[in-house]
Each structure stands twice: as structure tokens, then as C-alpha cells.
């Protein structure tokens, strides 16, 4: 019983596109070998025992219901509360940097309305990080303030990213962009239900904007602090982007953030088989999913459910998609291959560290 | 699908006491296997796969991972309205209680249960016994034959028929005899403990057992026989595709090593006939820079920073680096840390084996070594 | 374990439009107090074994997703199959007559192609009736016929039906309208998968079309045949036939019909107690629904769940929606009021049974 | 909802002797109640309502439709990952079976299970009575009084304390003395059945119970009284609002019949603290042109073509032209055919009163006329 319902603006796709949201909204978007980007929002929020969540679905919605279903594998298939699929607004959201259209919200406000939980925690699919939101909750509600915006100090300069302007632990102002060592946004706040309602009539005018693009001439009037996360963050918005986080799954240290014992990661069950390796596979540095069989060789790979890598095949420094096959005699570097690709005996895909290769998803198989 | 009704009983009840340390706190059948599954998976998948979607199973051991597990059959696609998996234990009535005392006991003390459904065939199975069957076939079996019990039989090696009830008929698949564990077997074909009764003569039967003070209740010792010296219409059905009961130490051993390989005999991949389980989300295994698998299962959750040979790694097993682990089984959470070596070991959920240790044997004359639940072996247990 | 799966194409608006259908899909109108059209061809399906099920959603598929979630109440939520929520095409289906619409079934051609089973069965959710699939699907198997279309002796003069025109058995043409004793067809028909999916290349031109439009000139070429159905159907196209239709089961032979022992109509589950009746209550001839609680004097009518009508409150041959408040002393009287309505004392809302009122869908109370 | 872990152990165990014919065939905790509940509903309803997600249901007596009815716990919203609803029947260990000889030995031969969730309090109930309760501002008051044990009181008419356990408290809610049904009550707290403890101690309290040959193994009977002995910190926790144990016929009746009227005491509409259930989906109900339903409560599926009075008609029941009921309670399924006339009666599930026969009695001086599920009551058997 959570003081706080959450929403997920689920239809926003990245400004950079690239051939792997083409084909699917962001928060569908593969990660660490079986999740989906959105588990991550779903699960903070769930861990934190929220069990009303609404989901803002973007035009094309097929890939998120297929994966969320009735909200069952987060628990929230629940006859109180629970899952709502919330349609966005007619044009989705694809103007840069806007992930909290005002007009996704209005057009669900009878989702706000018939709550009761004081707060609304809302946050994109585009960062991806697991945190206990309760700390942040008792702190929203202990200074009483009608946001409380979650950031942290970048780890390097991002164009992409946006930042905060601080003062005091109060949030004067928000910018698109973010420096090294300035206060980066999440893409994740807390803010009194009652005040969301009311910032919806306020702004009605200009709907078409982000929250926080609507809140810009008004961070004087309307209180909105500051709660810095400590942990490991990844944000989303660029393929070159989304390469690099995967790979920094691959340190231990970094999965232990994203994976911690007694807050997991749900996402939805499947009856996969685990992991078989052959003799003469040779794996290193490498996370691999159920389903996989592995005869070859692979190296700082992730890879997802029921990928087949033959004898022969080497696989390095590459994000694999599910069901893949990979013939003897292939290699692969440097690339993203999505899912149900099949890479024949004796191809080669290889990009380089700085331009990952990407060989887009291939239409399901018999 | 056929319009005839026929439901399964599942008998799950045993201690398994031969599975030694593995069944302390657990049912035989909620043992984990293959590393994800329960051995129970492979009963309620081809239930499942077989569109038998009415499910008693019998419990009476150790039942709570067996309940909490199984659940509402949904896992398996078994919580049909009106159908599903019901969790069937001893209970009490108006006259006190009784336990379950050999396996017609069982399934006699859920007539009730039976007849609430009204099906026109019951299905008795074994909860603990790894195997793929299409149920149905059997059943179109039994009602070609117009029998009135069919037993599913398999061809063994002669030399070892005599281990087993073995079953001779005539040339239209009619049972003539069945005798258990022959000295000099006239047949090679033994029973798998899998039986399609025609509702009503079971119920009767049950009736007249459990009345029977000589009876030791048990389907195969006495049902069978009976109905057999009655003359009644008793049929086979043929099986021969991989089938092993994993009663002991040495055959839960053996049969786990049965999977690897690069064709095994049980494809725990093909998808036609898939093996559901009520498994957890966990992440992708983690191979580190030094890990070394060959010819092995690996679920997820494990992380490998050691060598890993001819093993089963089961979901969130541990090997720390510079630790070896060799012909093995490790159950969920099993950790083998920094420097160990396993070998020829089934090691229990959450069981730990400490730094450097050295377990189990190559040897093959020696018994394979078990470590229990939740154990740890520290340096000087070994 | 059937042979066949099923399509129910939930997208189609009813042409007459009224106020009832301009909020939300004609899927998801009530009928019989507690359920929704869409309950009817689901329940069918289920019925008879089907166990996964497409659903085509129309652009406003928020009630739909609400009421149907992941099909758990249908025993549809299931690891291999179950229900699939299948986008329509962008333009959805509002042209006359048309339910089928080629480039719906297009849109979500994968969910034919993973199947495995040798039929569809495909509806639309305008035609309501609970029949055994089980013959049609034998009938269908045993002639060997590309298409197997429903029909049944239409009982009146209706231009919104559709009819067959058949010779032996076999049709030879479709169209709009149907006369008494025409062959009317009840939007309901089973197809070999691979001819559906042929269908969708041999017409790829003409998608805009409904299957049948598509297949106008090629009756003498494609094998389309017909099953009578004899039991109760009712066809919901217009307002005053939603009316007239839903009276209907105030007569118990033909609720009997639609809610046969052993084909259970199914739909989605809540915790609403029984109906209470205070002293001086007066119900005559009336469908009620769970959570109602009745002071007053109600004749001929069916009430969805949780209507209050209040002490000297009268209701006859109306329909009254879910969560309808009736204050003391109002007067309702061949109307039909949606849900969420607060009628205040002394109020009178008075039809005709020629020319029913209609009193529209109201937002959600505190 | 706070942080402290509690978890509940919901005792369903008993056969409810005292319900006669209406517990024959099912467990008390699993008979239908007002309309279209199962008396279980309200303890489970409150546990969700209150924010507490484990639940151990202790059962014992004939507990398949309490089995399949619980299932996962679902229709409550307590199905949670890593929480939820777990059936606890006796169960078989190396040793073999014991059956629960007690309240808290049923609860002592489960201490493996509330091990498993390292709680940090244990609240004990019953699940044959009906109230609502927040049960987390009882655990407030526990934590606040830093209590070793909470039980929850209300209070009674002086005149009938004699009846229940009574508790004397000081001024601060500590209980001073706990006396089994006294000839001469010293106060009007009664004691519910409803505890909490800390989970160290209950342990502790519940092996050396075990132990103590002399204990009949009750909480009310041995456990109290020895913490109260030892000079534990015993407090209560009052509760002012609608509580019934349904234990007997008359009560059942009568508190069925509370339900009804224009503004009961317990509300069944009351939206903050839903009482859920697993209902099947029925179609509303019907009621004739000749139907006269006046103050009572019916469920989904019912059919009236008669005139009911005063009574409570459970799903998918039926009155026929010319039938009369009043007074009555029909469980769901009961048929009271044409110009049949029921008065003061409990009809169980698919029960039938054939044409024109007349059963039970205004004469409150008479019992409740009471017939058993499936029993057809014909002409001649009034």
C-alpha cells in the first residue's frame, strides 16, 4: 500500500533514430540479454509497492502489450489497481526531448482522478537504473514541496541528456544537455497528485509542451526540489548509447547495481531451457540467456534467449538478439545484431568500437 | 482433441528416501532438475501438451514447495475455469483422518474428487519419472482396444527385465500376464506405473481393495493382478522414447548427465512438445574473463568465473574462480567459492563448498557425493 | 486443444452512430446488465476449445483493454497462445458494412503465421448468439470448403444485415440487407488458414475491402459454403435494435438460450455484492445486476450493476447502465440510460417504444 | 503501510461439528454466506485490506473446496511475488504424519514455514468469523506498546461475558488476568481470537507447548495463560465495530438475517475495505412478471418467480410461481419449486424443496429448519 501511483511514458522514441527503434518503440527495446527497457520503471516502481501503474502507450503499442500483458509477472494483475494501458495522445511524442507530454497526461486524467494516493511517480522507459524509490517518497513528502525531480551528477559530457539548475537543493531551472558533473535528470519525479491535476488545467493552452518545458518561466512559483541518486544510471537515447550501457553490463560490479538481491528486475516468464554449451564452445566475459547453445567461441558479447552460435562462429564485443543463429565460421565484431537474424557460414559483420554495425531485425522464422 | 473425458491423478506423495539428502525438506517430485526445472515438470508439461487439463495430484510428504510451487497449475497452462491442478492432500473428515497408505489408498480416498468431474477415464501417473508422452495417444489406445485398463509398457534389456513388473501379451496387444520382477522373465516389456482406467471399474475396484485387509493397496502388486485373474480387458500401450525414474542418487546422477552431450536422447529444446516450469525471472549467466564451460547446462543467474566441465549448473550456482567443477550437479544456489574442486558431486540447494576444498571422486566405484540443502562444507568436512 | 484459432475484429463502430457508440467501441457496449458484446464471440471461441484468440482493436481501444486485460477471465492467459491484442490499420473500420477488413488481418499477418492450427475462426462483435463451434468446425472440415460462412433464416426486413444468397449449400454471392427468410449472415465464419493467408496476397491491391467485398467476383471460384445456425442471434447495428434486442431477454426462453448450462458466458470478473432489495421494493419482469440496491418500483427493465433507485422512484421498460443513480420520485420510461447517470428527484425522462430516449455515458462520479 | 514484516496464519482447520448438515461435505471456513461469499472471504478480505500479503491457511477437515476456492489467493490481490496465499495441511515427514491436535500445535508443526519469511510478528486468526479490521492498527498498537503479544478484545453485554474468554487491563491496556468463560466477570472485554506476536517468542512459546504433555495445545487455553504467568507484556487491542462467530445454526441464521434492512450494521457496500471473493460470472437475475422480492439480498443467477421475504437467495437460486420463502437463507444452487413455502429455513447448495411441500416454522420457539447440500426434500418428508 504505496502512498504513490506511478505512470510510464512507454511512447517516446529516441531523437537519434536508428534502425532498432524503427521497428519498435524505445521501451521495447532488448537489454541485458532477456529484459525490455520498460521493466526497469515497471519494477522500481513495483519493488516500492506501487500496484496502480498506468503505461502511456505510443501509436504502435502491439510490442509493449505483447510484453506486459496484464501487468502479471510485475504483480500487477490485481482487481484493485493494477496495470492500465493508457493510449497516447493522437501524435505521440517524437519532439526531442519531450517524454512528459502534457496532453499524454490530460487525455488519461480520469486514470489520476480515480485514485487516492497522495503522489504520482513518473518516469520515461529511457533511463534505465533500479533504485528504491521509498527514500524518495519520504523525503518528497517530508520538505512538502509539489516536485521532487531525480538526478545525478553526470559521468560525462551528453547533448542528449538534460540537467537541472540548482540552487539550494531547489530546481530554479532545466535545460536540454548535460556536462560532466552537472545535476543530470532521470527522467524520473515524484509530484503531488493534486498539483499534476492542477498543472493540467494551468498549462492547458499549450499541451502540446512537456511538463517541464511548460514549468520554464514558473520554477519560482512552483516548488520543485531535488533528489540525488547515487547509483548506477544508464540514459538511453542514441544507438552508440544504448551499445556502450549494455556493454558495462558485462562488470560485475555494474550488474550488482542493476540487479541487487531483494530488488529484482521482473519481466515477462518464458519457458526457455537453460543454457547449453558444447564441447569445444569457448566463452568468456560474457553474458549469456536461456535457451542458448553455444559450440563457438564469444567474447565481451551479451546475448539474448535462444541464440545458437555453431562450431567454428566467433562472436566479439556484440550485442546478440534473440533467436539468432550464427553459422559456422561467421564472425562478428563490433555489432548489434537484432533478433531472429541468421548469419550464414563464413559471413563476417564487423564494425569498430567507435561505429557499431548494426544488422536490424529480421522477420520471425518457421 | 477427443470429446472423451479423462482426468489425471498424479500421485506425488512419496518421501523418495533413496534421493537421500535431496529430499530432507522436499517431495521427491519437487526436486529441482535439469537446471530449472522440478521433476514434477515433466508430468504436468505432458499433461499439458497431451490436452489432459484436469489435474489431482496426491501429496503427503514434505508437501509445501510442492504446493507453493505448482500453485494453480498456471504455470503449465493448467488453470482452465471448470479444470486445472488441485492439490489433493490426506484430510480429515467427520471420523478423524487417514493417510494415504500405498497408491490405490491415495486415489481411493479421492473418489469424491474423481466423481465431481464425471470424466470417462482416469489417468494414473508418477510424479517423479522424466519422460516425454503424448497421454491422448494412449488413450485413442484404449478405446480401439474397448479395454477396460490399459498399462503403458517399455521395452527393456533382457538382462535387466528382471528388475522391473514385466508384462507378456498376445499378439493384439492383450495382456496375458504380469508378473513382478521375474527371475526368468518370458518378456522384455516392463510397466511404467502409468495406467488409463474406464472410471467406473476404478472406483469399483478402489471400493473393494480398500476392504481388502490383505491388501497392501498399491496398483501394481494388487489392483493389476486382480483384474487380471478376473479376466478383464486389460491392453498395452507401447512406448519407446526416453524414460528414466529418478528414485536414486546414482540414477538422478546419471540421467542428469544424460542431457549433455551434442545430441542427447531427451532434447529439453524441441518445441513441439515443450517442458514447462514455474521457474523465476533471473538475469543472463555471467561468464568471467577466466570462465571455462565445456559440455554443459547453465541456467540463469549463475555466475562462472571458474572451470566448469560436463555439469549441470542450475539457476544462481556460483563458481568462484580458480574453482573446478567437474561430472556435477549444482542445485539452485549452489556456490562452489574460490579454489574448490567438485567432482562427481550433486550439491543441494543454497549448499555451499568453501575455499580450496576438495570434493567427491573420478573414481566410479566410489558413491557419488551428495551435499544437502543449505550445507556448507568448509576445509576438514570434505 | 482446437483446431482452429479465432479472430474477433472488435474495431467496427455501428454506422447508425448514437450517442452510446461515440464513446467507445461497439465491442465494449454493455448487454444483458453485466456484460459487454465482445463477451459473446470470446465466450464462443473458449467455448469450444479455442485457446488463442486475436482481437482487432479499433483507435479508442481503451474500454476494450480494460475490460478484456490479458484474457485471464476467458482462460486466455496462457504461456502459448492466448489472447493477442492486434492493432488495426491505421484508418480503422467505420465504412458501411464492412467488419472484415482485409488490411486488418494484413496488419497482424504474424499472428496467422506463427499459428499452427489449420483454421480460423473469424467475428466480429456486432452479433450476439452462444453456439457450439464444435459442428461448424466438423461441417467445415468434413466438405473440404475454403470458407464456411453462419447464417440463419433472417426473422426480419433489416437493410443493416447482410445475407447470403445460396445454392445447395454453397454461396454464391453476398449482400446488404436482408429480408424475412433471407439467409442472414451472423458476421461469423471459419476459414482454412492458408487460404486466409492466400487471400491476403490475391486481394493485396483492394485491402481497403472487407473479405467479402473482396471475394464478390469469385464466388464460382472459391469453395464458400454455409451452416445454418437455429438458435437465438441478435444483430446490434443501431440504437433502437440494441434496445429492442436487449428486451429480448426478459424473456427466459431466449436468456436460456444465450446463457446455456455448459457454455458459460464469460466476462471480467468483480467483487460486487448481491443485489438488495429494501422494504417496499417492487420488481416486476426485470434482468438485475449485482450491487444494485432497489427502494423503488421497476418493471420491464434491465439494470447493469450497481444502480441505486431510490424510494418512489419508477423504471419501466428501460435500460439503466452501471453506477445509475434513480433519486426518489423520478420517472424513467422507455430510455436508456448509460452509466454513471445521476437522475435527481422528481426528474421524468420519458421515450416512446417506437422512439427510445437516450441518455448519455456520464464521467465517473467520487 | 509500514516496513515491520507481519504475516498471518489463518486457522481453517476445524470441521464446524455445530453447522450440522452445512458442513458435511465441506469445511465451516468454505460455507456460502450472505449471497454469494464463503465465510473464509471476510478473514482473507481483511488480510488484503490491511496490507498483509502472506498468508498461511491452516487446514484440516475436508478442505478441497477451501482448496480449490483459495487457490493462489488471486480473488484477494494475494497472489504477490515472494507473498501470497499458502494452503498448509498436515503433512508426512520421515517420521511419518501427525494430525493438528490443537490450534497451536497446527500452527507449532508450521513454524518451517514462518521461518521461511523471517517475520518479524506473527498475527493469528480464525477464519469463521466475520468482521472488518485493520489489522495493521493492531499491529501499531503492538509495536507502540512494544507488546510480546496483542489480543484483540471488544466488549460485551455484562450479562453474557460469562460466555467468553474475559480480559481485565489497566489503564495503559495491559492485560492484568485472562479468565475462561468466569461465573463472575470482573470486565466486559471479551477476547476475539485474534493475536499478535513477536515472532522469537511465539516460536519459543509454541516448542516448549509441544513439549508439555499436559497442554491440549490452544492458544486461548494454554498459550495466554503461560505468557500471562511468566509476567510477559501482554495489551489488548479494542474493537468496537460488527463482529460474529457463525459457529452454530442459529447464529448463522441470525446473523445472515442482520445483513438485511435499510441500513445493517455490517455494510456489504461499504467501497474502503471491499470484501472480495471468488465469484463465478453469472448472469444478473431474473425476476418474473409475478415476482415480489421484498428487504433481501440476491444473487447473481437467481431466478424469482415467487415471492421472497426477508431471506437471503444465494447464486443460482431459484423460486418458483407460487413459492414462498421468508426468513430463509437459500446457499447457492437451492431450488424452492412451485407453491412450495419455506419459512425460517437454510436450504444447502443445489438443495431442492419439491412442489407445494412446506418446510420450517414461524415458531421462534422451534429450531431453523436446516437441509444438507444436494438433499431433495420431497412431499411427506417436511
Same mark, same amino acid.
Given at each position: 500500500?504505496?502512498?504513490?501511483?506511478?505512470?510510464?511514458?512507454?511512447?517516446?522514441?529516441?531523437?537519434?533514430?536508428?534502425?532498432?527503434?524503427?521497428?519498435?518503440?524505445?521501451?521495447?527495446?532488448?537489454?541485458?540479454?532477456?529484459?525490455?527497457?520498460?521493466?526497469?520503471?515497471?519494477?522500481?516502481?513495483? !519493488?516500492?509497492?506501487?500496484?496502480?501503474?498506468?503505461?502511456?502507450?505510443?501509436?504502435?503499442?502491439?510490442?509493449?502489450?505483447?510484453?506486459?500483458?496484464?501487468?502479471?509477472?510485475?504483480?500487477?494483475?490485481?482487481? !484493485?489497481?493494477?496495470?492500465?494501458?493508457?493510449?497516447?495522445?493522437?501524435?505521440?511524442?517524437?519532439?526531442?526531448?519531450?517524454?512528459?507530454?502534457?496532453?499524454?497526461?490530460?487525455?488519461?486524467?480520469?486514470?489520476?482522478?480515480?485514485?487516492?494516493?497522495?503522489?504520482?511517480?513518473?518516469?520515461?522507459?529511457?533511463?534505465?537504473?533500479?533504485?528504491?524509490?521509498?527514500?524518495?517518497?519520504?523525503?518528497?513528502?517530508?520538505?512538502?514541496?509539489?516536485?521532487?525531480?531525480?538526478?545525478?551528477?553526470?559521468?560525462?559530457?551528453?547533448?542528449?541528456?538534460?540537467?537541472?539548475?540548482?540552487?539550494?537543493?531547489?530546481?530554479?531551472?532545466?535545460?536540454?544537455?548535460?556536462?560532466?558533473?552537472?545535476?543530470?535528470?532521470?527522467?524520473?519525479?515524484?509530484?503531488?497528485?493534486?498539483?499534476?491535476?492542477?498543472?493540467?488545467?494551468?498549462?492547458?493552452?499549450?499541451?502540446?509542451?512537456?511538463?517541464?518545458?511548460?514549468?520554464?518561466?514558473?520554477?519560482?512559483?512552483?516548488?520543485?526540489?531535488?533528489?540525488?541518486? !547515487?547509483?548506477?544510471?544508464?540514459?538511453?537515447?542514441?544507438?552508440?548509447?544504448?551499445?556502450?550501457?549494455?556493454?558495462?553490463?558485462?562488470?560485475?560490479?555494474?550488474?550488482?547495481?542493476?540487479?541487487?538481491?531483494?530488488?529484482?528486475?521482473?519481466?515477462?516468464?518464458?519457458?526457455?531451457?537453460?543454457?547449453?554449451?558444447?564441447?569445444?564452445?569457448?566463452?568468456?566475459?560474457?553474458?549469456?540467456?536461456?535457451?542458448?547453445?553455444?559450440?563457438?567461441?564469444?567474447?565481451?558479447?551479451?546475448?539474448?534467449?535462444?541464440?545458437?552460435?555453431?562450431?567454428?562462429?566467433?562472436?566479439?564485443?556484440?550485442?546478440?538478439?534473440?533467436?539468432?543463429?550464427?553459422?559456422?565460421?561467421?564472425?562478428?565484431?563490433?555489432?548489434?545484431?537484432?533478433?531472429?537474424?541468421?548469419?550464414?557460414?563464413?559471413?563476417?559483420?564487423?564494425?569498430?568500437?567507435?561505429?557499431?554495425?548494426?544488422?536490424?531485425?529480421?522477420?520471425?522464422?518457421? | 482433441?477427443?470429446?472423451?473425458?479423462?482426468?489425471?491423478?498424479?500421485?506425488?506423495?512419496?518421501?523418495?528416501?533413496?534421493?537421500?539428502?535431496?529430499?530432507?525438506?522436499? $517431495?521427491?517430485?519437487?526436486?529441482?532438475?535439469?537446471?530449472?526445472?522440478?521433476?514434477?515438470?515433466?508430468?504436468?508439461?505432458?499433461? $499439458?501438451?497431451?490436452?489432459?487439463?484436469?489435474?489431482?495430484?496426491?501429496?503427503?510428504?514434505?508437501?509445501?514447495?510442492?504446493?507453493?510451487?505448482?500453485?494453480?497449475?498456471?504455470?503449465?497452462?493448467?488453470?482452465?475455469?471448470?479444470?486445472?491442478?488441485?492439490?489433493?492432500?490426506?484430510?480429515?473428515?467427520?471420523?478423524?483422518?487417514?493417510?494415504?497408505?500405498?497408491?490405490?489408498? $491415495?486415489?481411493?480416498?479421492?473418489?469424491?474428487?474423481?466423481?465431481?468431474?464425471?470424466?470417462?477415464?482416469?489417468?494414473?501417473?508418477?510424479?517423479?519419472?522424466?519422460?516425454?508422452?503424448?497421454?491422448?495417444?494412449?488413450?485413442?489406445?484404449?478405446?480401439?482396444?474397448?479395454?477396460?485398463?490399459?498399462?503403458?509398457?517399455?521395452?527393456?534389456?533382457?538382462?535387466?527385465?528382471?528388475?522391473?513388473?514385466?508384462?507378456?501379451?498376445?499378439?493384439?496387444?492383450?495382456?496375458?500376464?504380469?508378473?513382478?520382477?521375474?527371475?526368468?522373465?518370458?518378456?522384455?516389456?516392463?510397466?511404467?506405473?502409468?495406467?488409463?482406467?474406464?472410471?467406473?471399474?476404478?472406483?469399483?475396484?478402489?471400493?473393494?481393495?480398500?476392504?481388502?485387509?490383505?491388501?497392501?493397496?498399491?496398483?501394481?502388486?494388487?489392483?493389476?493382478?486382480?483384474?487380471?485373474?478376473?479376466?478383464?480387458?486389460?491392453?498395452?500401450?507401447?512406448?519407446?522414447?526416453?524414460?528414466?525414474?529418478?528414485?536414486?542418487? $546414482?540414477?538422478?546422477?546419471?540421467?542428469?548427465?544424460?542431457?549433455?552431450?551434442?545430441?542427447?536422447?531427451?532434447?529439453?529444446?524441441?518445441?513441439?512438445?515443450?517442458?514447462?516450469?514455474?521457474?523465476?525471472?533471473?538475469?543472463?549467466?555471467?561468464?568471467?574473463?577466466?570462465?571455462?564451460?565445456?559440455?554443459?547446462?547453465?541456467?540463469?543467474?549463475?555466475?562462472?568465473?571458474?572451470?566448469?566441465?560436463?555439469?549441470?549448473?542450475?539457476?544462481?550456482?556460483?563458481?568462484?574462480?580458480?574453482?573446478?567443477?567437474?561430472?556435477?550437479?549444482?542445485?539452485?544456489?549452489?556456490?562452489?567459492?574460490?579454489?574448490?574442486?567438485?567432482?562427481?558431486?550433486?550439491?543441494?540447494?543454497?549448499?555451499?563448498?568453501?575455499?580450496?576444498?576438495?570434493?567427491?571422486?573420478?573414481?566410479?566405484?566410489?558413491?557419488?557425493?551428495?551435499?544437502?540443502?543449505?550445507?556448507?562444507?568448509?576445509?576438514?568436512?570434505?
Amino acid at each position: 500500500m504505496a502512498q504513490a501511483i506511478g505512470i510510464i511514458t512507454a511512447n517516446y522514441s529516441t531523437q537519434n533514430s536508428s534502425m532498432l527503434t524503427d521497428v519498435r518503440p524505445a521501451a521495447s527495446l532488448p537489454y541485458a540479454g532477456r529484459y525490455r527497457l520498460i521493466d526497469f520503471p515497471m519494477s522500481n516502481l513495483v !519493488n516500492c509497492g506501487v500496484r496502480t501503474v498506468g503505461v502511456v502507450m505510443p501509436y504502435n503499442y502491439r510490442s509493449i502489450i505483447d510484453h506486459i500483458g496484464s501487468g502479471k509477472d510485475w504483480s500487477l494483475d490485481r482487481k !484493485n489497481g493494477g496495470l492500465f494501458i493508457l493510449p497516447g495522445s493522437a501524435f505521440g511524442s517524437t519532439r526531442e526531448g519531450s517524454r512528459f507530454l502534457l496532453r499524454d497526461i490530460d487525455f488519461n486524467r480520469l486514470f489520476l482522478d480515480r485514485a487516492t494516493e497522495p503522489y504520482v511517480i513518473v518516469s520515461s522507459s529511457n533511463v534505465i537504473f533500479n533504485m528504491d524509490y521509498d527514500p524518495l517518497i519520504d523525503c518528497h513528502a517530508s520538505t512538502g514541496a509539489d516536485i521532487t525531480i531525480v538526478t545525478r551528477k553526470a559521468t560525462c559530457d551528453d547533448p542528449n541528456l538534460s540537467s537541472a539548475w540548482i540552487e539550494d537543493g531547489r530546481v530554479k531551472g532545466m535545460h536540454r544537455g548535460a556536462k560532466y558533473g552537472e545535476d543530470e535528470f532521470l527522467d524520473t519525479f515524484i509530484i503531488k497528485r493534486e498539483v499534476l491535476l492542477k498543472a493540467l488545467d494551468w498549462y492547458a493552452a499549450v499541451s502540446h509542451l512537456d511538463l517541464f518545458e511548460a514549468l520554464a518561466q514558473d520554477f519560482d512559483k512552483v516548488n520543485v526540489m531535488d533528489y540525488q541518486f !547515487n547509483g548506477y544510471a544508464a540514459s538511453i537515447f542514441t544507438t552508440q548509447g544504448y551499445f556502450r550501457h549494455s556493454m558495462e553490463l558485462l562488470d560485475p560490479k555494474i550488474a550488482e547495481e542493476l540487479f541487487p538481491e531483494g530488488r529484482p528486475v521482473m519481466t515477462k516468464a518464458h519457458d526457455t531451457p537453460p543454457a547449453k554449451y558444447e564441447t569445444g564452445s569457448r566463452v568468456r566475459n560474457s553474458l549469456v540467456s536461456a535457451g542458448s547453445r553455444i559450440s563457438g567461441s564469444i567474447t565481451g558479447s551479451i546475448l539474448g534467449r535462444g541464440v545458437r552460435v555453431e562450431r567454428g562462429a566467433t562472436v566479439r564485443n556484440s550485442l546478440i538478439g534473440q533467436g539468432v543463429v550464427i553459422e559456422s565460421g561467421a564472425i562478428i565484431e563490433n555489432a548489434i545484431v537484432d533478433r531472429n537474424n541468421f548469419i550464414p557460414a563464413g559471413t563476417e559483420l564487423r564494425g569498430t568500437p567507435e561505429a557499431v554495425l548494426v544488422k536490424e531485425k529480421s522477420p520471425e522464422r518457421h | 482433441m477427443s470429446k472423451e473425458k479423462c482426468i489425471a491423478m498424479l500421485l506425488a506423495g512419496g518421501q523418495g528416501s533413496r534421493l537421500g539428502a535431496l529430499t530432507r525438506n522436499i $517431495a521427491k517430485p519437487a526436486v529441482s532438475f535439469g537446471g530449472k526445472y522440478r521433476i514434477i515438470d515433466f508430468a504436468l508439461s505432458n499433461c $499439458a501438451n497431451s490436452g489432459i487439463d484436469t489435474v489431482g495430484v496426491l501429496t503427503q510428504y514434505r508437501p509445501y514447495v510442492l504446493h507453493s510451487y505448482i500453485g494453480t497449475g498456471e504455470a503449465w497452462n493448467l488453470d482452465e475455469r471448470g479444470a486445472g491442478v488441485s492439490i489433493l492432500p490426506p484430510y480429515a473428515t467427520e471420523t478423524g483422518g487417514a493417510w494415504y497408505e500405498g497408491t490405490a489408498d $491415495a486415489v481411493y480416498q479421492n473418489i469424491g474428487y474423481i466423481e465431481g468431474y464425471k470424466p470417462d477415464y482416469v489417468l494414473i501417473l508418477s510424479g517423479d519419472q522424466l519422460y516425454r508422452m503424448d497421454y491422448h495417444k494412449m488413450l485413442e489406445n484404449h478405446i480401439r482396444h474397448n479395454a477396460d485398463l490399459t498399462v503403458s509398457v517399455m521395452p527393456v534389456p533382457w538382462e535387466e527385465a528382471s528388475r522391473f513388473g514385466i508384462i507378456t501379451q498376445d499378439d493384439d496387444e492383450k495382456i496375458l500376464k504380469f508378473t513382478e520382477k521375474p527371475k526368468k522373465p518370458d518378456s522384455n516389456l516392463a510397466s511404467m506405473g502409468i495406467y488409463i482406467f474406464n472410471t467406473d471399474l476404478l472406483i469399483e475396484k478402489l471400493k473393494e481393495d480398500h476392504n481388502d485387509p490383505q491388501s497392501e493397496h498399491d496398483f501394481g502388486n494388487n489392483i493389476i493382478p486382480k483384474l487380471l485373474s478376473e479376466g478383464r480387458r486389460l491392453y498395452t500401450f507401447e512406448f519407446n522414447g526416453f524414460w528414466r525414474d529418478v528414485g536414486t542418487i $546414482a540414477s538422478f546422477h546419471e540421467t542428469s548427465m544424460e542431457l549433455l552431450g551434442e545430441k542427447p536422447e531427451f532434447d529439453l529444446y524441441a518445441k513441439d512438445f515443450p517442458i514447462m516450469s514455474n521457474a523465476s525471472t533471473r538475469p543472463p549467466h555471467y561468464v568471467g574473463p577466466e570462465g571455462d564451460i565445456d559440455d554443459s547446462l547453465v541456467g540463469n543467474g549463475c555466475r562462472v568465473f571458474g572451470s566448469v566441465k560436463h555439469s549441470v549448473l542450475s539457476t544462481d550456482s556460483y563458481v568462484g574462480p580458480r574453482a573446478t567443477v567437474v561430472d556435477s550437479i549444482l542445485l539452485p544456489g549452489a556456490k562452489v567459492k574460490e579454489g574448490a574442486r567438485v567432482v562427481r558431486a550433486i550439491l543441494g540447494e543454497n549448499s555451499t563448498v568453501e575455499e580450496n576444498v576438495t570434493l567427491g571422486s573420478v573414481d566410479v566405484t566410489k558413491d557419488t557425493a551428495v551435499i544437502g540443502d543449505d550445507v556448507v562444507v568448509g576445509k576438514g568436512e570434505e
